[in-house]
């Protein structure tokens, strides 16, 4: 009976002292913020290491996973700091007998008890070295092996440790150090590596090589003792050079990494779609390009792969060092880039087939006499001849027959921005440009040419849900259509077919060079992929003669070669489309020379909900109805597309809306309504 009273005692002691423990581990917690205030990180598709930003105070602190480092850097480190790390609480105490045992022996210190939990917990919260810090310590150790547990304390401590200047954790050392992840490590790399906290700025490499060596070789010694490492390892390794210098650590796609991390908080890790490899590539040959142009001349390049729009390579200009501006974000006229989209719209509506034939001849639209680039004329040319040649009179003449309201509210809706001149519509000259757009856009725009003419915005991050597409620019037909004529146009001067790209892979690309040669385009897209290009001065000035095709289409091709071998591609879904035929049906033999033919229409207006109606969202959505224009009709709901040939809309919720439907000739009406909830029977 006193055996089992004594046994219960002894039960609910140790249960008083465990419930001590979790009320105090939850009452006084171990402050987080120096491994919370990590330096944000912009990774790569594959997890490395694009570009990292210092923390508040300056340091380069990347989180680490000890699983994510090189074995024999692990076992080094465990030999030489902690053996029993993996069994023991977070306190050794083995090691506390034999340190006390030394001490009493000698009468000094001889070797010290702490553990990497206990390093780890002074490296959170640095305390001065005194008696009670250790038992403060010792206390966060356990209370940290208790909530991380060995693998995620181990993990702390190399995200925490020092390793000289601002370098904190052995992922910006390696990176600093020695160039690279630590994933991958020689015995000479692991080694001082292991030795460098022991005192960070007394044995950096760069400044006190005999200290770091010696440090070096003294964990060589032990790891030998250990069995960890051959004799002939070690002496090989003794003999491997020291680091003469710290490295920079990554800045691949700086632009882009920085406009991605500018509202990151601490310790952020953002995983981008970019090929770390690609974009070193990438960035080589924007410098090599830069060297070539004349002072002040720039550069913007975006890949993006067509199936879901990742961005696999980002040049926001030549070079990060001279020019910190993302030039693919600039607002700048398109030139002619923007044609394609006319022929592609006029190609939907079977208004036109690429071998239509059209009178390129002088012809005044309105006070508008426009000239081609050439400043001749080319007679009777075929649809596919005047886009693969970019003539400008046979764009226009489409482009009237199309409209230009229609295509600018199409590229809109479908993801791309617009600038037009304060209180100017969409008129004639947005075929040679007349309207401002970035190259992200049109790199979007042409990517949904290579989607069988499906919009879907561009995609920066992979860690964050696919955005939603935008629906259909154009059919697939028209699409492909489009890009079949693109792909036979001439390459650029030295390059030749059986040379470089054109030998792998055949590209669909257009040239754009703006008013007075002030912006070169190129965009090109592959079976997988889509290049955009853009050459000239971030003030806007003109560079007489660097038009798209001298100064922009060489780079473009420069570019495709860095790439890998595009896929078979999906068969086309329509193969035998009227617009997929070498010749077209004969009503699309011509286009008329008077231009397109008259047809009244009744103006386009909204019966149903109309203008400042009060409705109620009933079990189908509120029905939509329109009167006169010409069909196919397109709405719009607060900004959003609905679905082609809409009969109902369904709100979010109650509240303010506007409903916006345009017709097949651009024309436009609206209605500004407020929608109620159902009421209750």
Do not use: C
């Not at 006169?628 to 009969?647: C, E, Q």
């Amino acid at each position: 009976m006193n055996r089992r009273h004594r046994l219960l005692t002894a039960g609910a002691a140790l249960a008083l002292l465990a419930g001590l423990a979790a009320i105090a581990d939850l009452s006084l917690p171990p402050d987080m913020t120096r491994r919370d205030g990590r330096s944000a990180e912009v990774l790569d598709g594959d997890g490395r290491l694009l570009r990292a930003f210092p923390t508040a105070e300056g340091a380069w602190r990347l989180a680490t996973d000890q699983a994510r480092v090189d074995p024999l850097y692990r076992a080094m480190l465990l030999a030489v700091e902690d053996r029993r790390h993996a069994w023991h609480p977070g306190v050794d105490p083995l090691s506390i007998l034999r340190a006390a045992g030394q001490a009493a022996s000698h009468g000094r210190v001889i070797s010290g008890a702490s553990t990497l939990s206990m390093q780890a917990a002074r490296l959170l919260s640095p305390q001065p070295r005194t008696f009670s810090a250790k038992l403060t310590e010792a206390a966060r150790a356990v209370q940290l092996r208790r909530r991380l547990g060995a693998d995620g304390t181990l993990s702390l401590y190399m995200t925490l440790a020092p390793f000289g200047g601002p370098l904190e954790g052995v992922r910006a050392a390696s990176l600093a150090w020695f160039g690279r992840e630590p994933e991958r490590l020689t015995p000479a790399q692991a080694a001082l590596l292991v030795a460098l906290p022991q005192s960070p700025e007394r044995l950096r490499p760069d400044r006190f090589p005999a200290a770091a060596k010696a440090a070096r070789a003294k964990v060589l010694d032990r790891v030998v003792t250990a069995g960890l490492i051959a004799p002939d390892v070690a002496a090989a390794a003794r003999d491997e050079p020291l680091p003469a210098s710290m490295l920079p650590l990554p800045m691949l796609a700086p632009h882009l990494a920085e406009r991605l991390a500018a509202n990151a908080g601490p310790g952020t890790v953002i995983r981008t779609g970019v090929r770390a490899d690609l974009q070193r590539a990438l960035e080589g040959l924007g410098r090599a390009e830069l060297a070539r142009l004349e002072p002040g001349a720039d550069m913007a390049v975006l890949v993006l792969a067509n199936d879901d729009r990742r961005v696999l390579a980002h040049l926001g200009s030549g070079d990060w060092t001279r020019r910190q501006l993302d030039l693919s974000r600039a607002v700048r006229s398109p030139g002619s880039a923007l044609k394609p989209f006319i022929y592609a719209l006029a190609f939907d509506d079977l208004s036109l087939h690429p071998g239509t034939l059209i009178d390129d001849a002088p012809q005044r639209f309105g006070d508008w006499l426009p000239r081609n680039f050439d400043d001749g004329f080319h007679g009777v040319v075929t649809a596919r001849e005047a886009l693969q040649r970019s003539l400008n009179i046979p764009a226009v003449r489409v482009l009237e027959r199309v409209g230009p309201a229609r295509l600018a509210a199409l590229l809109t809706i479908s993801g791309a921005e617009l600038l037009l001149p304060p209180a100017a519509e969409p008129g004639l000259p947005l075929a040679l440009g007349g309207a401002g757009t970035r190259l992200t856009d049109l790199a979007m725009l042409y990517a949904a040419l290579g989607d069988d003419g499906m919009a879907k915005p561009l995609r920066y991050r992979i860690d964050q849900p696919a955005p939603d597409a935008k629906g259909r620019l154009v059919g697939a037909a028209a699409a492909r259509a489009v890009l079949g004529v693109l792909r036979d146009s001439p390459l650029p001067d030295g390059l030749a077919g059986g040379q470089g790209i054109a030998g792998r892979r055949r590209v669909a690309f257009k040239t754009g060079t703006s008013f007075g040669f002030r912006d070169a385009w190129t965009v090109g897209v592959s079976t997988d992929y889509t290049v955009a290009v853009w050459v000239g001065r971030a003030d806007g000035a003109p560079r007489p003669g660097a038009a798209g095709r001298l100064a922009a289409a060489p780079l473009l091709f420069r570019v495709f070669d860095l790439l890998p071998a595009d896929g078979p591609g999906k068969p086309a879904p329509e193969p035998d489309h009227a617009l997929l035929r070498a010749s077209p049906p004969p009503g699309l033999a011509r286009l008329d020379a008077g231009g397109p033919v008259a047809v009244r229409t009744e103006r386009l207006r909204i019966l149903f909900p109309p203008d400042g109606a009060e409705v109620e969202a009933l079990a189908d959505g509120v029905s939509l109805s329109v009167a006169g224009g010409r069909p196919p009709y397109r709405w719009v709901a607060d900004n959003l597309p609905l679905p082609d040939d809409s009969r109902f809309w369904r709100p979010a919720g109650a509240g303010f809306s506007r409903l916006t439907v345009m017709d097949a000739t651009g024309q436009r009406a609206s209605a500004a309504i407020r929608v109620h909830a159902p009421s209750l029977p």
